[in-house]
């Protein structure tokens, strides 16, 4: 409902929001950069004790040229990807990593969601449960970086991207790369 | 956009009439504007232009105490009763509440939960409220100390208590004005609850749809009797004390005894009307005591017919269930249930019977103990269900329901 941006630490900011699946920019930032026109909204992981997982949420830009968030960490995972998902040749949905990473629009938002963009967590190492919180980092395009603090949720859907349970199986759906 | 109803003031429709007056205040300009009967039909055609959806409106999550609690009643009630699976320790139901606390505050403001994979339908609240309620186990097992109260209920003699309506380690009280959003709120919840908690029971409820009574009426159980009478009016200093806990982490909590009563409608259907004043010391048709005239006049325990009989009879369920202890006193806050009947029966119906006390054994107890002794109503209701749970209190924004215990 109400977007939240903290000008402060992170890990203040990750100590008053709770569940709030806000973010901050961390405080390395330079002024103007591009972590300083980013915010996030409703940002949650589905729960995992290992194997591959994924984070969905609402990423906004409010300023005024568009924002390329380019690659992501989390401590829970040994990798994290930008995915996307769409049609191949066949018309089957596949899911891959997207090139030149998330694009947000200038004053727009872009929705990561099950079936759709997600952040992809490809090997947790440590378990995501749910009701805990985790700390995604992302890195825009100026290497200006920004801390999301994601609440974990039991999740039954968001199956295409590790039913199988490893990367050798992925049921129908095609990593793509 | 939602409109807020919580306090009683406002419930009582004083927010309703301040909105609908500023339509009228609207409509005199308007009509001022372009003529009289072109605006009233205008207005005639475009009802909802004016009306506000009760669906819209919503209880506010945050506060001293939670809410369900003195929220008028709404409709529909789930009461559901979760045990905390063997693993799951202190930890994890800090991670459960931290969980539940965000899915309810999210929801009973018209949105969907984190995660929420029916969002469209948390869009009309409907006054729903969440209320949670911690048996003693779960207070055990985070290392809190109980209040003395928070244990089964002593035996009755009337009991026939069955082990699928009884207990709990959690209760989720979900309640509001439509069906729908009662049924998503409890799906969404018991989504979240699933790692740490299976169901033990559900019990759903109901009374008059919204709008069919004005707020404020007294319910009336499947009996035909006006139920709930004496109850202390939220706001009021008496309520306050009758319900609210003062102390430890119970503070702005209270005490939630809930029994399932089922009623023998069959067997009430011998009774004709004489009998079933004389059963409940009220009239059926208005609530009335049987020595006055209207729902809220005091009954008069001492009066006497004319061969010296007391009107309100000694084995009258009012006579029974009032007490001469100002302090045992229970707020209610019950709704009736009729589920599907057993083959070759017609009714299977009841009172879910849920009240809300500081302290249950101070207040509630002596009062069922004297209509185990003696109440006629005995005759046609049997508690088949019993469970006792402590209330907490609310919490802020950024909090959790429990955090005085499990933080």
């Given at each position: 409902m109400t977007l939240r941006t903290l000008r402060v630490s992170a890990l203040a900011a990750a100590a008053v929001l709770a569940l709030a699946g806000c973010s901050a920019p961390a405080s390395s930032a330079p002024a103007s950069s591009q972590a300083d026109a980013f915010s996030s909204t409703d940002v949650w992981v589905k729960a995992a004790d290992s194997g591959m997982t994924a984070g969905f949420g609402e990423l906004r830009n409010d300023g005024d040229t568009d924002l390329t968030v380019v690659s992501a960490t989390d401590e829970a995972t040994s990798a994290m990807e930008l995915h996307e998902t769409v049609p191949n040749e066949s018309g089957q949905m596949v899911m891959r990593e997207v090139e030149g990473g998330f694009v947000i629009p200038a004053g727009g938002s872009i929705e990561l969601a099950p079936g759709g963009n997600h952040l992809m967590f490809?090997?947790?190492?440590?378990p995501l449960r749910a009701g805990e919180e985790t700390t995604i980092t992302l890195t825009f395009a100026d290497d200006s970086t920004a801390e999301i603090t994601a609440p974990v949720k039991e999740f039954?859907?968001?199956?295409?991207?590790?039913e199988g349970g490893d990367?050798?199986?992925m049921g129908d759906m095609d990593m793509g790369h | 956009m939602a409109r807020r109803d919580r306090s009683p003031a406002e419930s009582g429709g004083a927010t309703r009439r301040t909105f609908l007056l500023g339509g009228a205040v609207a409509g005199v300009g308007a009509a001022a504007a372009i003529g009289i009967d072109a605006a009233v039909s205008a207005r005639a055609q475009d009802p909802g232009a004016s009306t506000p959806l009760n669906g819209e409106t919503t209880v506010p999550f945050y506060g001293m105490h939670q809410a369900g609690?003195?929220?008028?009643?709404?409709?529909h009630v789930s009461l559901i009763a979760l045990d905390l699976l063997a693993e799951v320790d202190r930890d994890g139901m800090r991670r459960l509440m931290r969980t539940l606390t965000d899915d309810a505050a999210r929801l009973t403001q018209g949105r969907g939960a984190?995660?929420?994979?029916?969002?469209?339908?948390?869009?009309?609240?409907?006054?729903l409220t969440v209320t949670f309620g911690f048996g003693p186990a779960f207070v055990a097992r985070a290392g809190a100390s109980a209040p003395?109260?928070?244990?089964?209920l002593p035996a009755f003699g009337i009991d026939r208590l069955r082990p699928e309506y009884g207990d709990g380690d959690l209760l989720l009280q979900v309640a509001a004005d439509d069906p729908v959003t009662v049924a998503h709120a409890a799906r969404m919840l018991l989504k979240d609850a699933r790692a740490f908690a299976a169901v033990r029971w559900v019990q759903q409820g109901f009374r008059?749809?919204?709008?069919?009574?004005?707020?404020g009426t007294t319910m009336r159980n499947l009996f035909g009797q006006v139920d709930g009478t004496a109850n202390p009016v939220p706001g009021t200093t008496a309520f306050d004390d009758i319900v609210w806990a003062r102390e430890g982490w119970l503070a702005g909590g209270t005490g939630m005894v809930v029994r399932r009563i089922a009623m023998d409608l069959d067997k009430w259907d011998h009774l004709d009307r004489p009998g079933r004043d004389q059963a409940v010391?009220?009239?059926?048709?208005?609530?009335?005591?049987?020595?006055?005239?209207?729902?809220f006049d005091e009954p008069d325990f001492d009066a006497t017919d004319a061969i010296g009989?007391?009107?309100?009879?000694?084995?009258?369920h009012l006579r029974r269930s009032r007490?001469?202890?100002?302090?045992?006193r229970i707020f209610r806050r019950g709704y009736n249930y009729d589920q599907t009947p057993p083959?070759?029966?017609?009714s299977d119906a009841g009172l879910l019977f849920v009240s809300f006390q500081a302290d249950i054994e101070r207040q509630f107890v002596p009062i069922q103990r004297r209509l185990d002794e003696l109440d006629l109503l005995n005759e046609w209701t049997t508690p088949i269900g019993s469970a006792v749970f402590a209330v907490p209190p609310g919490c802020r924004e950024g909090g959790f329901i429990g955090e005085g215990i499990l933080s």
């Open positions: 490809m090997d947790v190492t440590s039954s859907g968001a199956n295409e991207n590790y990367m050798g199986d | 609690v003195d929220t008028d009643a709404q409709a984190l995660a929420d994979t029916e969002p469209e339908l948390a869009v009309a609240p409907a006054r003395a109260w928070l244990q089964p008059r749809a919204h709008g069919t009574e004005r707020p010391g009220r009239y059926q048709s208005s609530g009335a005591p049987l020595t006055g005239t209207d729902e009989f007391p009107v309100i009879a000694e084995f009258s007490p001469d202890d100002p302090t045992q083959a070759g029966a017609v």
